[in-house]
């Protein structure tokens, strides 16, 4: 199975972004790819207003995303935005959202871990997703996860355990000091933690596509991946916008987890 991964750096406009969606598929589609996999956020780049344009994955914006899906018949996955309940205090909140669509495809998932690090606290304006989410793809079992997630092993073993062959982790990694090394430690360490391929697809640096940064907003490095199942990078990006193909072999993810069983090995420390 071929995937890839179009890292790209969206802005404000929903519309101009799906446009960007539009074109990146058909380059996917192009290079023979099954899956494209685009960012978090890429509906709308954080530091902008996510409440005004969140909608259900029913809504226009998605609906466009499946047809453009459908078109190249390809398997489509991006980040977006819907409504969420609000917060315990009444203000408005949307759910960080992976909608994945495409030929036998219809699934999303919200994300759980939320960004409330490195003096970025996403949830004062995003609801905290409750459930895991994967989808199949020809048979293939996909996880899904979304950026900060990369932090919790736990749910890239849940995925793994679940019959994943891959984990695919849209982000939009926010910028800093030592924040590019600590995406490629933490890609590689979920790969090997549960013996899968990871396809981390982030937001490029907006600089280098020309695009004004919002300060203080987590507007992506660049640096997308797509990791083997025994750690190994296998294409990498570099700050610009970039479309990543790699396939991706089912037979040796089970030959990874019968030469290094962490999974079987695992056993639950008690807690003292």
Known sequence: ?????????????????????REWTQRAAEAGADVVVFPEATQRAFGHSLTAIAEPTDGPWATAVREIASDHDVVVVVGMFTP??????GRERVA?????????????????????????????????????????????????????DI??????????????????????????????????????????????????????????????PVDGAPTGVGHSMIIGPTGEVL????????????????DAVASARERLPVLANAREIPQR
């Open 151 to 212: 932090r919790f092993p736990d749910l890239f073993t849940a995925h793994a355990r679940a019959g994943a062959i891959a984990t695919i982790l849209p982000a939009s990694w926010g910028a800093g000091p030592g924040k590019v090394d600590q995406w490629r430690l933490l890609a590689r360490a979920r790969a090997l933690d549960s013996t899968q391929y990871v396809i981390a697809c982030g937001q490029g640096l907006p600089s280098a596509a020309g695009v004004e």
């Open 235 to 250: 294409a990498e990006a570099g700050e610009a916008p970039q479309l990543l193909v790699a396939d991706l072999d089912v």
């Open 1 to 21: 199975m071929r995937i890839a991964a179009a890292q790209l750096v969206t802005g404000e406009d929903p519309q101009q972004n799906l446009e960007l969606v």
């Open 84 to 89: 969420a309940p609000p917060s315990d205090q």
């Open 96 to 148: 960080n959202t992976l909608l994945a669509v495409g030929p036998g495809v219809e699934a999303s998932y919200d994300k759980i871990h939320l960004y409330d690090a490195f003096g970025f606290q996403e949830s004062a304006t995003v609801g905290p997703g409750e459930a895991p989410a994967r989808v199949d793809v020809d048979a293939a079992t996909f996880g899904l996860a979304t950026c900060y």
